[in-house]
């Protein structure tokens, strides 16, 4: 049979790289075998792909057009090399971000447009969409001050103005209403613990998890 692919989206600072963990652990502990990956990266060739997209690595002003198809090209190795393959041999797949951050940060943000940004992914997918989408909705000030809070130095995308952010946001909105069997909201701004429960309940739909 068949694995499943869950993908976990919001904005920065949301607590999907936690939620990610826990999520692994409580599909281990139901038998599972879980791959968890991240994009952009996810491959060798992925992760040279986010030094690029991340850090400005050729010191150049990247353009929106090509920006977007960067993160399809790490998409489409990470698709080809490592979810695909994972899906096919019945692993459960958890990426930590996938299409719907194009989607709302290139498509949204950036405004680019939803189609131009699914077509620009359509090679790159080859029909390969997530099971299940975990949305980690967070007010924009709370996601932006955790940022903040954590001191470290911001990567091209976190010290993007707060306009930006909140069109990101609106962009997550958008998406839910577009995919709503897709997409489940996961209020992320209450308790690590409540949190994974909700992302718990949002999984009773797969009966293997129940
Ligand atoms: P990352 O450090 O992984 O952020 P986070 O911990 O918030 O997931 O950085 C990924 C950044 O790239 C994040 O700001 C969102 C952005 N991004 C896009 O703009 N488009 C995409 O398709 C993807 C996958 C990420």
Not at 30 to 50: A, K, L
Not at 191 to 201: F, H, M, Q, R
């Amino acid at each position: 049979m068949r694995g499943r692919f869950i993908s976990l989206e919001g904005p920065e600072g949301c607590g999907k790289s936690t939620q990610a963990g826990l999520l692994a652990t409580h599909l281990r502990e139901r038998g599972q075998t879980v791959v968890m990956t991240r994009e952009p990266g996810g491959t060798p060739t992925g992760e040279m792909i986010r030094d690029i997209l991340q850090h400005h690595a050729s010191g150049e002003d990247i353009s929106p057009e090509a920006e977007v198809l960067l993160f399809a090209a790490s998409r489409a190795q990470h698709v080809a090399r490592v979810i695909r393959p994972a899906l096919e041999r019945g692993d459960w797949v958890i990426c930590d971000r996938f299409v719907d951050s194009s989607l709302a940060y290139q498509g949204v943000a950036r405004g680019m447009g939803l189609e131009t940004v699914l077509a620009a992914n359509e090679v790159a997918l080859g029909g390969l969409w997530p099971d299940v989408t975990l949305w980690f909705d967070l007010p924009v000030d709370v996601a932006l001050s955790r940022v903040a809070a954590r001191g470290a130095d911001a990567d091209r995308f976190e010290s993007e103005a707060r306009a930006f952010h909140q069109k990101v946001a609106e962009g997550y909105r958008e998406l839910a209403k577009r995919f709503p069997e897709r997409i489940l909201r996961v209020e992320a701004s209450g308790e690590i613990d409540a949190i994974a429960e909700c992302v718990s309940a949002h999984l009773d739909c797969f009966s293997e998890v129940s």
